[in-house]
T-cell receptor, first 116, second 112 residues
Framework: AQKITQTQPGMFVQEKEAVTLDCTYD???????LFWYKQPSSGEMIFLIY??????QNATEGRYSLNFQKARKSANLVISASQLGDSAMYFC?????????????FGTGTSLTVIP | DTEVTQTPKHLVMGMTNKKSLKCEQH?????MYWYKQKAKKPPELMFV???????INESVPSRFSPECPNSSLLNLHLHALQPEDSALYLC???????????FGPGTRLTVT
């Protein structure tokens, strides 16, 4: 089974609108972390937002918020007031504990295009 | 300052060459990572160093050899690579292994 699933290969959003990028995860660990990264065409991975499994509040960072639904094992990224510079690939990632330490998983990504 | 630097930015090497990729951070982070990323694919974790000790080795071929000389530096030594090893190699660091990772700009490697 996939550890991180991103079901939207590509998304389009009108400038200034909000958009939700979906992410579901699979883990039996009680203590895990969920991350979103942005990768523009230049290639650099940019950290956006983090949600810990024990955090009761949804994480927010500026225009980014994470809609964390633990029972459904989903961690969707919401980008408000989209800007042209938001056009990029977005990866959802998870850290979980395993017997030998921690393991890291990335989803397949969602390509977001912001339309003027 | 959340800067991770990587050198070189681009590297072209033959299958018999030996080369090294370098990564540096001065954020006091104690975990550092190497990833390999093919075009339009997610990054694949190769190695993790935690407190300068190799923590995870994702069964990477021995032609890739990591080295962590100190807590700020991470090298990836390359030898006898194959054309399929051509990819973007990303370095990252984090405060410790449970925190978010900050990535460098990557080295685009082409093996001819």
């Amino acid at each position: 089974a996939q550890k991180i699933t991103q079901t939207q290969p590509g998304m389009f959003v009108q400038e200034k609108e909000a958009v939700t990028l979906d992410c579901t995860y699979d883990t039996s660990d009680q203590s895990y972390g969920l991350f979103w990264y942005k990768q523009p065409s230049s290639g650099e991975m940019i950290f956006l937002i983090y949600q810990g499994s024990y955090d009761e509040q949804n994480a927010t960072e500026g225009r980014y918020s994470l809609n964390f639904q633990k029972a459904r094992k989903s961690a969707n990224l919401v980008i408000s007031a989209s800007q042209l510079g938001d056009s990029a690939m977005y990866f959802c990632a998870m850290r979980e504990r395993i017997n030998t330490g921690n393991q890291f998983y990335f989803g397949t990504g969602t390509s977001l295009t912001v339309i003027p | 300052d959340t800067e991770v630097t990587q050198t070189p930015k681009h590297l072209v090497m033959g299958m018999t060459n030996k080369k090294s990729l370098k990564c540096e951070q001065h954020m006091g982070h104690r975990a550092m990572y190497w990833y390999k990323q093919k075009a339009k694919k997610p990054p694949e974790l190769m190695f993790v160093y935690s407190y300068e000790k190799l923590s995870i080795n994702e069964s990477v071929p021995s032609r890739f050899s990591p080295e962590c000389p100190n807590s700020s530096l991470l090298n990836l030594h390359l030898h006898a690579l194959q054309p399929e090893d051509s990819a973007l190699y990303l370095c990252a660091s984090s405060q410790d292994i449970t925190y978010e990772q900050y990535f460098g700009p990557g080295t685009r490697l082409t093996v001819t």
